[in-house]
């Protein structure tokens, strides 16, 4: 791998830790065998009354956590699995996402094995992203106006703006390093890996959690609706096939995640062993429209140059693509042109797929999930495929698209993400030597 100036003055990082909490398995054991047998997360969307007869013409699977139940506008009705513990003071703050990514944090704690000093220290920070929850505020706004404002809960707001995984994370892990929370859509955890990453190359944290979450709720889908942008298919295998000719739209996701990223001395000073080396990242915008992607895909184009740049690897190295691609017609077409402009058109065929076939697309939650399924692949020894694909688009007909699962990890991979307003992120991942580390 070439090298660009000022990188080996860089600390190195390291994934060292993960938890996930999604349709396709709550932890990695269940996400690993999903992502292998490419078994999706999809189930039913509820009927929502009085809506019940006009959603379900319009919106027919979601992607949700099973074992949990959050869709009570009431804390005290909310349900999880027994093996967590979440005291009544710190429930009473979280928003639906909040109970998912507090499971997750849990796991990503235990699987890095932090002691409470390593997690509760000035050189331990968190960084989060969440679109916060549209079912709570719809629910606080509106007690507020038919009830008055001393009828409304003192933690109505931090369980529901953008932040509140931030606010309530930090309280109840005692985080005393840098934190802050990341809203820029499909694109947000992204943004906070990067800046993460940023953290602990330039010095500033040892370690820090990477987190992220979203709703799964009439709230937080059916709005999607009036952009035309989700699957009207009730069959799991149509209703998210990127890259296939028919695809029509995604699927609403929700869950959580929590990575945790420490500097090679740190890791090394706990005998951790790491999933992947997280190289670098690059993002750009695309300046073009505030909802869909620039048509030939421009701003992804910089972001992915950026990755490479700053990493100092070629593109003819990248032998994994965890693409955004989430199943519509203009996302993927576009994603499709800039893989083609940074790598097809220099010779190099890495291999292409996207998870969101089985997962849904979780909007925040999407960057930070993929990284952990990437994260997971290479520590495991598979490289996941694209599933549902009948008829590849003539449109990526020059990409490597991966339609199985294979038994081999990938040893350079880039992992890509996209928001509205064209916010794009791409994140480098390198798989450890197992030899350098416990």
Not at 17 to 41: F, P, Q
């Amino acid at each position: 791998m070439g090298q660009c100036s000022g990188i080996m003055d860089r600390n190195r990082v390291f994934i060292t830790g993960l938890g996930v909490v999604s349709g396709i398995g709550n932890d990695k054991r269940s996400v690993s065998n999903s992502l292998r047998t490419l078994s999706h997360g999809f189930s039913p969307f509820p009927a929502y009354p009085p809506f019940e007869d006009d959603v379900s013409s319009l919106v027919k699977l979601v992607s949700t956590p099973k074992g949990f139940d959050v869709d009570s506008l009431d804390f005290e009705d909310w349900t999880y699995p027994d093996c967590y513990k979440i005291r009544r003071e710190e429930m009473r703050g979280l928003a639906p996402h909040g109970v998912y990514v507090y499971c997750a944090m849990k796991q990503a704690i235990e699987d890095a094995t932090l002691s409470s000093e390593d997690v509760s220290n000035s050189e331990t920070g968190i960084y989060t992203a969440s679109g916060g929850s549209p079912r709570l505020v719809s629910s606080n706004m509106n007690r507020m106006r038919e009830l008055g404002p001393m009828r409304c809960s003192p933690t109505g707001i931090v369980s529901s703006i953008a932040g509140t995984l931030s606010f309530n994370l930090v309280a109840c892990f005692k985080i005393l390093g840098n934190s802050c929370g990341y809203s820029s859509a499909c694109a947000s955890s992204g943004h906070a890996l990067g800046y993460a990453y940023n953290d602990i190359a330039l010095g500033n944290q040892s370690r820090m959690f990477v987190v992220a979450g979203e709703d799964v709720n009439y709230e937080s889908v059916v709005p999607f609706t009036g952009m035309r942008a989700l699957s009207l298919e009730s069959d799991p295998t149509r209703a998210s096939c990127p890259f296939d000719r028919k695809r029509n739209g995604f699927v609403s996701a929700g869950g959580g995640v929590a990575l945790v990223l420490e500097s090679e001395s740190e890791m090394k000073r706990r005998g951790a062993t790491p999933y992947a080396e997280l190289l670098g990242w690059g993002q750009a915008s695309d300046g073009h429209n505030v909802a869909i992607s620039h048509p030939e895909g421009e701003g992804l184009v910089r972001a992915m140059g950026n990755a490479l740049r700053s990493t100092g690897v070629r593109a003819e190295e990248v032998d994994y693509i965890n693409a955004h691609a989430t199943s519509t017609l203009i996302g993927d077409a576009s994603e499709g042109k800039a893989l083609k402009e940074v790598f097809t058109k220099v010779g190099a065929n890495p291999q292409v797929s996207s998870t969101k076939a089985i997962t849904g697309h979780g909007l925040s939650l999407a960057s930070g999930l993929e990284a952990a399924i990437v994260c997971l692949s290479m520590r495991e020894g598979f490289t996941p495929g694209s599933a549902h694909i009948q008829n590849v688009d003539p449109e990526f007909e020059a990409l490597n698209i991966l339609g199985e699962t294979t038994d081999a990890s990938p040893s350079l991979a880039m992992s890509n993400s996209s928001g509205f307003g064209g916010a794009n992120v791409s994140v480098l991942f390198k798989k450890p030597c197992t030899s350098s580390y416990p």
